[in-house]
C-alpha cells in the first residue's frame, strides 16, 4: 500500500516521497526494509530518538508526534492529534481490518486470561478449528507460534498477528486484553465478537490510582464487544450485569451458563454445563476451582461466538492450559512441586486454596513467593498476608526487583506477615536470592509436602537491577533435584 492511501482521512501532515510501505512499528528494533517507523512518545523514551536507528534499517517513513525534518528520501510525516489511536487505525486499514474476517474473543480481567485464552485456541484447534492467540505466554497465528513480550503488543504488532490468522486460515482469534492495552489504545478499533470479563481483583493501581478506575478501564471492552460474558460470581461482574445486563457464566450462582456437580480430584476435574443451549458432561485435566471457571468461561465464549459445543466439549479432555499455571514438576522426588504464576493477593490466595486441597493428609504446604519491583507497592503486605494466612512454611524471595532494591520489596511485604510466623525460624524464611531460596526450600520438603512456587510461571528470566537475567522456577527446580523424570 502506498503511503498516501494509508494515510488518507487522518490528522496528519506528510511531506516527502509516496513510498510504499511493507509494515509499520513503533518498536524500532523490528524495523526492516520499506517499513513505517512511529517514533511516539513513550513513558520512559521518545521514539524521535531512535529515528537514526530505524532509518539505518531501511524504514521509508517516519510518522511522529511533530515533523522531524528528515532527509527529502524519507517520508516525514506528523500526527496533529491521538497519535496512538491514529496508529492504530492505521495498522488495522494496512491490514485489511482482520478482525471482521475473525470470530475475535477478547478476554479482560485481572487473573485468569491467559489460561482462558489458551484454552479457547486449544478447544478449538481441537475441534479442528484454527484459531489464532495474542497473550502473555504466546502469540500464534495457524501453526506459527512465537514468544510474547508483553501481555497485549502495541496495536500494530496486535493488527499484524490477527492478519496472520487470516492469512493462515484460522477461524478465530483469541486475545488478552489488559487494561494498560484499553487505555493506550492497543486494541483500538477492533471489532471483538465476544468480549469476557473473568474478574477484578488489586493489581495495577500504581497505573490507575484506583480500584475503579481499574474496573472502568477493563469496562472499555464492552463497547468494542458486539456481545459480553460476565463472570457473575465475581462480585465487580455482579455489578456490570445488574447495571448492564451481559450474557453470564458462573459456578455458584444461578447465570446463562454455569456448571454444576463440581468434581475436583488431584488428576482432573468433572462438571456438567448447563445453558440455555442444552447441557454436556465436560471431562478435563485442568487442576484445581479457579481452573473450573477458566474452562466455563471458554466454553461460553466460543458458543457465542457461534460454534458449537457438541464439538468443543470433547476436546476439553485433551486440554493443558497454559505454561506455569498450576503446573507440575516431576523430577521423581516423593513430594509435590508446582509452579504457578500468581502475583496478586486474590491469585495467591485462590492458589493455596487449591494446594490444600492437594496436599496429602499429613503434609504442608510450602509457598515460595515475592513481589515484583516497580509496580503497586500497597499490594506487598497483601500478597504477604494471603500467603501467611494458608501455608505452612513460608519461603518469602524476590520476584522480578526490576529496578528496585530487592531488601526493600521484602521489607514492604513483610509486615503483612503476622509476628508469630516472622519469629518462627521453621515457618518464615527470607532470603532475596530466588534461586537459592527454591534450593533451600526443596531441601526442607518431607514426603507428603507439596511446594508452591509463586509469582514467576511461565517466564524464562528474572529482572534485577533492570537487567534481565535467564532464570526459570521449573529449570531452578529440574537443577536441584537432578533434571525431569
Same mark, same amino acid.
Given at each position: 500500500?502506498?503511503?498516501?492511501a494509508?494515510?488518507e482521512?487522518?490528522?496528519?501532515?506528510?511531506s516527502?516521497?509516496d513510498a510504499?510501505?511493507?509494515?509499520?512499528t513503533?518498536?524500532?528494533?523490528?524495523?526492516?526494509p520499506?517499513?513505517?517507523?512511529l517514533a511516539?512518545?513513550?513513558?520512559?523514551? &521518545?521514539?524521535?530518538a531512535?529515528?537514526?536507528? #530505524?532509518?539505518?534499517?531501511?524504514?521509508?517513513a *517516519?510518522?511522529?508526534?511533530?515533523?522531524? !525534518?528528515l532527509? =527529502?528520501t524519507?517520508?516525514?510525516c506528523?500526527?496533529?492529534?491521538?497519535?496512538?489511536?491514529?496508529?492504530?487505525?492505521?495498522?488495522?486499514r494496512?491490514?485489511?481490518?482482520?478482525?471482521?474476517?475473525?470470530?475475535l474473543?477478547?478476554?479482560?480481567? @485481572?487473573?485468569?486470561?491467559?489460561?482462558?485464552? @489458551?484454552?479457547?485456541r486449544q478447544?478449538?484447534? !481441537?475441534?479442528?478449528?484454527?484459531?489464532?492467540?495474542?497473550? @502473555?505466554?504466546? %502469540?500464534a497465528? !495457524?501453526?506459527?507460534?512465537?514468544?510474547?513480550?508483553r @501481555?497485549?503488543?502495541?496495536?500494530?504488532?496486535?493488527?499484524?498477528?490477527?492478519?496472520?490468522s487470516?492469512?493462515?486460515?484460522?477461524?478465530? =482469534?483469541?486475545?488478552?486484553?489488559? =487494561?494498560h492495552?484499553? /487505555?493506550l489504545?492497543?486494541?483500538?478499533?477492533?471489532?471483538?465478537? *465476544?468480549? *469476557?470479563?473473568?474478574?477484578?481483583?488489586q493489581?495495577h493501581?500504581?497505573?490507575?490510582?484506583t480500584?475503579?478506575?481499574?474496573?472502568e478501564?477493563?469496562?472499555?471492552l464492552?463497547a468494542?464487544?458486539?456481545?459480553?460474558?460476565?463472570?457473575?460470581?465475581?462480585p465487580?461482574g455482579?455489578g456490570?450485569l445488574?447495571?448492564?445486563?451481559?450474557?453470564?457464566?458462573a *459456578?455458584?450462582?444461578?447465570? /446463562?451458563y454455569? +456448571?454444576?456437580g463440581?468434581?475436583?480430584g488431584?488428576t482432573?476435574?468433572?462438571?456438567?454445563?448447563?445453558s440455555?443451549r442444552?447441557?454436556?458432561?465436560?471431562?478435563?485435566?485442568?487442576?484445581?476451582?479457579? %481452573?473450573?471457571?477458566?474452562?466455563?468461561? #471458554?466454553?461460553?465464549a /466460543?458458543?457465542?461466538?457461534?460454534f458449537?459445543?457438541?464439538?468443543?466439549?470433547?476436546?476439553?479432555r485433551?486440554?493443558?492450559?497454559?505454561?506455569?499455571?498450576?503446573?507440575r514438576?516431576? /523430577?521423581?522426588?516423593?513430594?509435590?512441586v508446582?509452579?504457578?504464576?500468581?502475583?496478586?493477593?486474590?491469585?495467591?490466595?485462590k492458589l493455596l486454596?487449591?494446594?490444600?486441597?492437594?496436599?496429602p493428609?499429613g503434609?504442608?504446604l510450602?509457598?515460595?513467593f !515475592?513481589?515484583g519491583g516497580?509496580?503497586?507497592?500497597?499490594k506487598?503486605?497483601?500478597m504477604?498476608? +494471603?500467603v501467611?494466612?494458608?501455608?505452612?512454611?513460608l519461603?518469602?524471595?524476590?520476584? %522480578?526487583?526490576?529496578?528496585? &532494591?530487592?531488601?526493600?520489596?521484602?521489607?514492604? +511485604?513483610?509486615?503483612g506477615?503476622?509476628?508469630?510466623?516472622r519469629?518462627n525460624r521453621?515457618?518464615?524464611h527470607?532470603?532475596? &536470592?530466588?534461586r537459592? =531460596?527454591?534450593?533451600?526450600?526443596?531441601?526442607d520438603?518431607?514426603?507428603?509436602?507439596l511446594?508452591?512456587l509463586?509469582?514467576?510461571?511461565?517466564?524464562?528470566?528474572?529482572?534485577?537491577?533492570?537487567?534481565?537475567?535467564?532464570?526459570?522456577?521449573?529449570?531452578?527446580?529440574?537443577? +536441584?533435584l537432578?533434571?525431569?523424570?
Open positions: 500500500m502506498k503511503l498516501d494509508l494515510i482521512g487522518f490528522a496528519v501532515r506528510h516527502g516521497p510504499e510501505v511493507v509494515d509499520l513503533s518498536d524500532s528494533r523490528e524495523v526492516r520499506g517499513w513505517v517507523f511516539l512518545k513513550g513513558e520512559k523514551a &521518545d521514539g524521535a531512535f529515528v537514526p536507528q #530505524a532509518l539505518g534499517q531501511g524504514a521509508s *517516519v510518522i511522529s508526534e511533530a515533523a522531524l !525534518g532527509p =527529502s524519507v517520508a516525514d506528523a500526527f496533529t492529534e491521538e497519535p496512538r489511536l491514529a496508529m492504530a487505525e492505521l495498522a488495522r494496512l491490514h485489511g481490518a482482520p478482525d471482521q474476517r475473525l470470530a474473543i477478547g478476554v479482560t480481567g @485481572t487473573n485468569g486470561k491467559t489460561t482462558t485464552t @489458551t484454552l479457547i478447544l478449538l484447534r !481441537g475441534a479442528g478449528i484454527g484459531c489464532g492467540v495474542v497473550g @502473555t505466554v504466546l %502469540n497465528a !495457524g501453526d506459527l507460534e512465537e514468544e510474547a513480550v @501481555t497485549t503488543p502495541e496495536s500494530p504488532a496486535f493488527y499484524r498477528w490477527l492478519h496472520r487470516v492469512a493462515a486460515g484460522d477461524a478465530a =482469534s483469541a486475545v488478552e486484553v489488559s =487494561s492495552a484499553l /487505555c489504545g492497543r486494541v483500538h478499533g477492533a471489532r471483538f465478537r *465476544v468480549g *469476557v470479563f473473568t474478574n477484578l481483583t493489581d493501581l500504581d497505573f490507575h490510582g480500584l475503579e478506575a481499574y474496573f478501564a477493563k469496562h472499555r464492552v468494542q464487544s458486539d456481545r459480553f460474558l460476565v463472570n457473575a460470581d465475581d465487580w455482579r456490570l445488574e447495571r448492564e445486563g451481559h450474557v453470564s457464566y *459456578v455458584d450462582r444461578p447465570a /446463562c454455569r +456448571a454444576h463440581l468434581e475436583l488431584p482432573g476435574t468433572r462438571f456438567t454445563l448447563h440455555a442444552g447441557s454436556w458432561e465436560v471431562q478435563s485435566p485442568l487442576l484445581g476451582r479457579f %481452573n473450573v471457571y477458566n474452562l466455563v468461561a #471458554a466454553l461460553a /466460543c458458543a457465542e461466538a457461534g458449537d459445543l457438541d464439538r468443543l466439549v470433547p476436546a476439553a485433551k486440554v493443558s492450559g497454559a505454561p506455569g499455571r498450576l503446573e514438576v516431576d /523430577c521423581g522426588q516423593p513430594f509435590g508446582m509452579v504457578d504464576y500468581a502475583h496478586t493477593p486474590d491469585a495467591l490466595e486454596a487449591e494446594g490444600r486441597r492437594l496436599l493428609t503434609g504442608r510450602h509457598v515460595l !515475592g513481589c516497580d509496580r503497586d507497592r500497597a506487598r503486605p497483601l504477604a498476608a +494471603a501467611a494466612a494458608g501455608a505452612d512454611v519461603w518469602h524471595t524476590s520476584d %522480578n526487583p526490576r529496578t528496585e &532494591d530487592p531488601e526493600r520489596i521484602l521489607d514492604d +511485604a513483610a509486615p506477615i503476622p509476628e508469630a510466623i519469629t521453621a515457618r518464615y527470607r532470603n532475596a &536470592d530466588r537459592e =531460596s527454591v534450593r533451600q526450600a526443596l531441601a520438603c518431607r514426603p507428603g509436602d511446594l508452591l509463586a509469582g514467576k510461571g511461565h517466564e524464562p528470566y528474572q529482572e534485577i537491577h533492570g537487567v534481565k537475567h535467564p532464570y526459570s522456577d521449573r529449570a531452578a527446580v529440574e537443577a +536441584a537432578g533434571g525431569p523424570r
